[in-house]
C-alpha cells in the first residue's frame, strides 16, 4: 500500500475545490493499494469533507493552530479541523516555515496539538538548495527531525513524514529517486533513536503522473505528497491510476 496525498495549497478558490472533490469522489480507487487524501484551503475544508464522505479519499488541513479556542485573530485550530472531519494535518511544509517564518518550535506545537486533536500529522522535512550545495542536508534534517521528535511521546498514536526538498518543490527539478531512497532510508535509521515505532516516509517535489512509479516502486519510499499536479483533476487521476497499476 502507497500513500498519495494531494496538498491544493492556495490554488483553489472555494467552487473549484468542490468541483475538483466532486470530481475525484465519482472515481473507483482500490484502496487496498493506495491511502488517498486530500488537504484544501481552509474555507473549503468542510465543504470537502462532506463531498468526500463516502469515497476513497480523506481530509487534511494544510495548517493548524495549536490552541483548540481563543483570541488568535485568522487561525484555525487542529480541534476544530478535526470537528469537521479532517484526518490528517501537513505539519512545518516549507512554504509555512519559509514564506510564514514559523520556527521549529512552533513547528513542534502544531504536531503536538494535531496529535492531541486526534488528526494524523504529516511532518514536512527538507533541505534546501543552499544546504545541498554546502552539504549540509543531513544536518537540516537532523536538526528538523529532532526539534519536532526528542521526547514526544506518540503512546500508539500514528505519524507520517514527507520528504521535500524544498528545491524540488513546485520547480519540476524533482529529486532523483535513487536520492529520495537514500535520504528516506538515512530518515528512517535516524529517527530509531526517538523510538516512535513504524513512521511512513513519503517523497514530495514536483511529483507528476510520469514521475510517480519511479518513486512509489521503491519500498522504502512510502508514498507520494503532491502540490500542483494534484489540483488538476484529469492529472491527478492518472497519477493515482499509476500508483495502483
Ligand atoms: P509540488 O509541491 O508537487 O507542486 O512540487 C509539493 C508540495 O509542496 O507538497
Same mark, same amino acid.
Given at each position: ?102 520556527? =521549529?518550535? &512552533?513547528?513542534?506545537?502544531? *504536531? ?9 500529522? +504529516? !511532518?514536512?522535512? @527538507? ?78 517535489? =514536483?511529483? &507528476?503522473?510520469?514521475?510517480? *512509479? ?9 508514498? +507520494? !505528497?503532491?502540490? @500542483? ?17
Amino acid at each position: 500500500m502507497k500513500y498519495v496525498f494531494g496538498n491544493w495549497k492556495m490554488y483553489l478558490g472555494y467552487d473549484e475545490s468542490v468541483g475538483l472533490a466532486k470530481d475525484l469522489a465519482g472515481q473507483n480507487f482500490d484502496t487496498k493499494k493506495v491511502t488517498l487524501a486530500v488537504f484544501p484551503s481552509a474555507i473549503s475544508t468542510k465543504s470537502i469533507t462532506d463531498e468526500l464522505k463516502n469515497s476513497s479519499f480523506m481530509v487534511g488541513a494544510q495548517d493548524a493552530m495549536w490552541i483548540p479556542h481563543g483570541a488568535y485573530t485568522g487561525a484555525v485550530s487542529a480541534q476544530m479541523f478535526k470537528d469537521i472531519g479532517c484526518t490528517y494535518a501537513l505539519v512545518g511544509h516549507s512554504e509555512r516555515r519559509h514564506i510564514f517564518e514559523e520556527h =521549529s518550535d &512552533t513547528v513542534r506545537k502544531k *504536531l503536538e496539538a494535531s496529535l492531541e486533536a486526534g488528526l494524523i500529522p +504529516v !511532518l514536512c522535512v @527538507g533541505e534546501t538548495k543552499e544546504d545541498k550545495v554546502a552539504d549540509k542536508r543531513q544536518y537540516r534534517l537532523k536538526k528538523q527531525l529532532m526539534s519536532a521528535f526528542e521526547g514526544l511521546s506518540l503512546s500508539g498514536r500514528k505519524l507520517l513524514i514527507a520528504y521535500e526538498p524544498v528545491w524540488a518543490i513546485g520547480t519540476g527539478d524533482a529529486c532523483l529517486p535513487e536520492d529520495a531512497q537514500d535520504v528516506i532510508g538515512w530518515i528512517k535509521q535516524e529517527i530509531m533513536q526517538y523510538h516512535l515505532g513504524e513512521v511512513p516516509v513519503l517523497y514530495g517535489g =514536483s511529483v &507528476t503522473a510520469q514521475n510517480v *512509479l519511479s518513486f512509489t516502486s521503491i519500498l522504502d519510499i512510502d508514498g +507520494v !505528497l503532491v502540490g @500542483g499536479v494534484s489540483t488538476k483533476k484529469d492529472e491527478c487521476i492518472s497519477l493515482i491510476r499509476s500508483v495502483c497499476s
